[in-house]
Nanobody, 124 residues
């Protein structure tokens, strides 16, 4: 069992930055690929990015590529989403996700555990 808790959301102006954190419980965090998803009001949840269990490889949705960076610290049981050059269309609830297998599953929305989300609001 893995529990995920996101933090770091808030209100930021367009062009600003935020860093989201995902704290994971359990001693097997390093066995899980991790991902970030977001859901804007009235829209479906969408993939933002993913990272392999080792942190050696990352994947991003085209909409955030070059602006967002995913990282993880297995020693601290944490995953991070650094968001730069934020745009109003990035406004959404951001969710952390874990999958006990390859990150490709995360990219297809196959998730074992979800966090409850943290709200990011980007003002214009």
């Amino acid at each position: 069992q893995v529990q995920l808790v996101e933090s770091g959301g808030g209100l930021v102006q367009a062009g600003g930055s935020l860093r989201l954190s995902c704290a994971a419980s359990g001693r097997t965090f390093s066995s899980y690929a991790m991902g970030w998803f977001r859901q804007a009001p009235g829209k479906e949840r969408e993939f933002v990015g993913g990272i392999t269990w080792s942190g050696g490889t990352t994947y991003y949705a085209d909409l955030v590529k070059g602006r967002f960076t995913i990282s993880r610290d297995n020693g601290k049981n944490r995953a991070y989403l650094q968001m730069n050059s934020l745009k109003p269309e990035d406004t959404a609830v951001y969710y952390c996700a874990a999958r006990f297998s390859g990150v490709q599953d995360i990219m297809m929305g196959k998730i074992d555990y979800w966090g409850k989300g943290t709200l990011v609001t980007v003002s214009s």
